[in-house]
């Protein structure tokens, strides 16, 4: 069984900052998988907001591109997601996800997901 629990969301002005986490245990849990955040608001779909490779590549939704950063501490299964500049159509529940083979921005290849955690952006 897999556990990813998120953390670090919620309520910003904007032009603000904030730093998710993601925190990934069980057994079966490999430090190989592909790690991502997505994000949905109400009434959308969910979308693909950044992933990273075990090697360390990263991949970007383009309008986070420059205001968002990914990163993994391997040794202790965690993932981050550093947001800056935040803007009101940032707003959303965010989710970690892990997948076990594909690594792109697409939720139908993650295997894995947490509950989410809110970000809100208004002023």
């Known amino acids: 069984q897999v556990q990813l629990v998120e953390s670090g969301g919620g309520a910003v002005q904007p032009g603000g900052s904030l730093r998710l986490s993601c925190s990934a245990s069980?057994?079966?849990?490999?430090?190989?998988?592909?790690m991502a955040w997505f994000r949905q608001a109400p009434g959308n779909e969910r979308e693909g907001v950044a992933l990273i490779a075990s090697a360390g590549n990263t991949l970007y939704r383009p309008s986070v591109q420059g205001r968002f950063t990914i990163s993994r501490d391997i040794t202790k299964n965690n993932v981050f997601l550093q947001m800056n500049n935040l803007k009101p159509e940032d707003a959303a529940m965010y989710f970690c996800?892990?997948?076990?083979?594909?690594?792109?921005?697409?939720?139908?290849?993650?295997?894995?997901w947490g509950q989410g955690t809110q970000v809100t952006v208004s002023s």
């Open positions: 069980g057994y079966t849990f490999s430090p190989s998988w592909c």
């Open positions: 996800a892990a997948s076990r083979r594909l690594c792109l921005l697409r939720a139908s290849d993650f295997d894995y």
